[in-house]
């Protein structure tokens, strides 16, 4: 199959890989229904998204795609070892975008883009809590609220639920949009109606906290700080000046009153 387009290639980051192309981001392991669901979720609070759809070979528009993108890699995943006999695929729409710890800062942000960044990141710190995604944002001080499953992510000693990972958050600065990618529902074996009982006292009683948390990492501190070496008190405050901080609660708020009666 030749074209005159780029070939496809696997990212380097994330465990398993995506396979980027011109215009879509192929995902043949790891994902579930559940990327749809939340993708649905967001744009219903006008987030940006990358329309993932579950795709089969009945889909021929789209399998064309998946066909050409492991023929680009020789059907071999990102370690080498050969892909056989798939007969589904997540496909999403391949979007601008930088992952969050890779974004370069040459100058500072205008504020206006700072607001619109964080009440949307305000409205994904929700919904992840809301449908228990622990793979975003860094809410490590809540992970012994949020419940343990044996079917979570167990993780390594790099990376375990709840922990921050900003591979899954996509900042354009030129659209001053926040864009959510990999995004997943972690419920096996979660008692679903203790689960979200939690994450609305949580919401209700520690939402600053929560903000707190978001506001002093500093993969989010530097979008704003002239340096993360700052005290974590001067960090805020100084996200309370830019008017940071009240973009960031109204996002949240926002996304509080569109669940509403759910949680």
């Not at 070939?7 to 011109?22: I, P």
């Not at 979720?41 to 579950?54: G, M, N, S, T, V």
């Not at 500093?218 to 979008?223: M, Q, S, V």
């Not at 700052?230 to 830019?242: D, G, P, T, V």
Request: proline content about 4%.
């Amino acid at each position: 199959m030749k074209t005159n387009f780029p070939k496809y290639q696997w990212t380097a980051s994330g465990d398993d890989g995506v396979l980027l192309g011109e215009k879509y981001a192929i995902k043949i392991t790891s994902y579930d229904q559940t990327i749809v669901e939340c993708d649905t979720i967001f744009k219903e609070l006008q987030l940006p998204i990358l329309e993932a759809r579950i795709i089969t070979p009945e889909d021929k528009s789209l399998w064309i795609e998946v066909e050409k993108a492991l023929n680009d890699v020789e059907y071999k995943d990102k370690y080498g070892k050969e892909i056989n006999h798939i007969t589904q695929a997540l496909v999403m729409n391949r979007i601008s975008g930088v992952e969050l710890h890779k974004l370069s800062l040459d100058k500072p942000i205008e504020k206006e883009t700072l607001h619109q960044l964080f009440h949307d990141i305000g409205k994904l710190v929700v919904i992840d809590l809301y449908v228990r995604n622990y793979d975003r944002f860094p809410l490590s001080a809540f992970r012994d609220e949020l419940l343990h499953s044996e079917f979570d992510d167990v993780g390594d000693e790099r990376w375990i639920p709840w922990d921050e990972n900003p591979e899954n958050i996509l900042i354009d600065i030129t659209s001053g949009r926040a864009i959510p990618i990999d995004s997943a529902s972690y419920f096996k074996g979660i008692d679903t109606t203790a689960y979200r009982t939690i994450v609305r006292r949580l919401l209700s009683q520690q939402i600053q906290e929560i903000m707190w948390h978001i506001l002093t990492s500093p993969n989010y501190a530097r979008l704003f700080c002239p340096s993360i070496d700052m005290a974590n008190e001067s960090i805020i405050q100084h996200a309370k000046q830019l008017g940071i901080f009240a973009k960031l609660h109204a996002g949240m708020e926002e996304a509080i009153g569109f669940i509403g009666n759910k949680l």
